[in-house]
């Protein structure tokens, strides 16, 4: 099957702050965050700790790389996406550097705002019209999802994501503005462990159907 996974960055990465300030130091540069802009001169002078994406996201990532890993061991085709706070929409395979930056605790027109500045709407719409899915996995806590899916400034990933089927992890309140039936399947979750634990859950839901 073609399958397609949706997930955010997280706080916890390969290489902390606290490794690589020395190195900012020394060349007179702040801890990165939302500049982007500096993205060439940052990976100039952190070049020993440039990762792919899906290597430098730890934490609670796991469980989506484990879900992720699932899904390939099966045989299915994973289109892996992954949206950040610093680089806007970026698959598992784009390299990055440590920074600290997320959408979380910021108001809503901040973070359309941000979302904004980093086309991340528009970039992810353009991906979907090119491709169709088996299925769809999307694991996007509020803060994030509102920059793909936000009635009030017109935006629904879901009107150009063409997928048999799409399973939404987000809270039991999404039922309201997505209305699930039978081609959308909502999740629901509380928190971030709840959500750990249903990854995990659904994870092995699949290990067990190939068992069968």
Same mark, same amino acid.
């Given at each position: ?69 699932? /899904?390939? +061991? ?13 680089? =806007? !929409?970026? *698959?598992? &395979? ?79 309140? /999404?039922? +309201? ?13 509380? =928190? !971030?462990? *709840?959500? &750990? ?16």
């Amino acid at each position: 099957m073609e399958v397609l996974v949706l997930t955010s960055c997280v706080a916890s990465k390969k290489y902390g702050i606290a490794e690589i300030k020395p190195l900012l130091d020394k060349h007179n540069l702040p801890i990165p965050t939302d500049d982007l802009e500096n993205e060439r001169k940052y990976k100039e002078i952190l070049k020993e700790f440039v990762l792919p994406a899906s290597q430098m996201y730890e934490g609670s990532f796991k469980f989506v790389k484990e879900l992720v890993n699932t /899904l390939r +061991k099966r045989g299915d085709e994973v289109d892996f996406f992954i949206i950040s706070a610093r680089y =806007g !929409l970026i *698959d598992e &395979n784009t390299p990055i550097i440590p920074y600290e930056c997320t959408f979380k605790g910021l108001s809503k027109e901040e973070i359309r705002k941000k979302a904004d500045k980093l086309e991340i709407y528009k970039k992810l719409i353009d991906l979907l019209r090119k491709k169709e899915y088996d299925e769809a996995i999307i694991i996007l806590g509020g803060d994030y999802l509102l920059t793909i899916f936000d009635k009030k400034r017109g935006k629904n990933f879901l009107q150009a994501l063409k997928a048999g089927k799409i399973i939404i992890f987000g809270s039991k309140q /999404l039922e +309201k503005l997505i209305r699930p039936d039978a081609n959308i399947r909502l999740i629901p979750v509380s =928190g !971030l462990g *709840d959500r &750990n634990k249903k990854i995990k859950e659904f994870t092995l839901s699949l290990v067990q159907k190939k068992l069968v």
